[in-house]
């Protein structure tokens, strides 16, 4: 008997692994540099905008292993 697997579910999980990775390191670097220095001086904009981003990512991560779980074990 031989394993089988969705390769197309898993391609598109790794493809939104693969989006989300950068945002994940990108979203607290950028409101540590951007978004905590606006939102001092009352500019609250950018702060939810980096946020909403962030959830954005984790959103995307989970959407990925969904899809790359659901490809590993597809009993179709």
Known sequence: MTPSSNK???V???TFLS????????GPAFYY????????VGN???AA???IMMF?????????????LDGFFDHH
């Open 56 to 68: 954005v990512a984790v959103g995307l991560v989970v959407r990925g292993i969904a899809l790359v």
């Open 33 to 40: 540099w951007v978004g905590a220095p606006a939102l001092r």
């Open 49 to 51: 905008f980096i946020v």
């Open 12 to 14: 598109k999980g790794v």
């Open 44 to 46: 609250w904009g950018w």
């Open 19 to 26: 989006i989300a990775f950068p945002f994940l390191f990108a």
């Open 8 to 10: 197309e579910k898993l």
